[in-house]
């Protein structure tokens, strides 16, 4: 998925879509790190991709909580 279609797909959810969301995406983040600790990850690059769209729904959940 692009990132601006994922963006307004974040922008069109409540915030508690958005915690609920930001709660798996660290979770998968967590696992992600141990496999990468074990070396079980076979797709690294998918590590900075989590970290970025933790980042963005942090950020929509900021905007919508400021309005």
Excluded: H, P, W
Aim: glycine share 0%; proline share 0%.
């Amino acid at each position: 998925m692009k990132t601006s279609a994922y963006v307004k797909e974040l922008q069109a959810q409540s915030v508690e879509q958005l915690q609920a969301q930001l709660v798996d995406a660290k979770k998968e983040l967590f696992n992600l790190r141990f496999q990468n600790a074990t070396n079980q990850l076979d797709n690294t690059a998918r590590i900075k991709e989590v970290r970025k769209n933790i980042a963005r729904i942090q950020t929509v959940i900021t905007a919508k909580v400021a309005e």
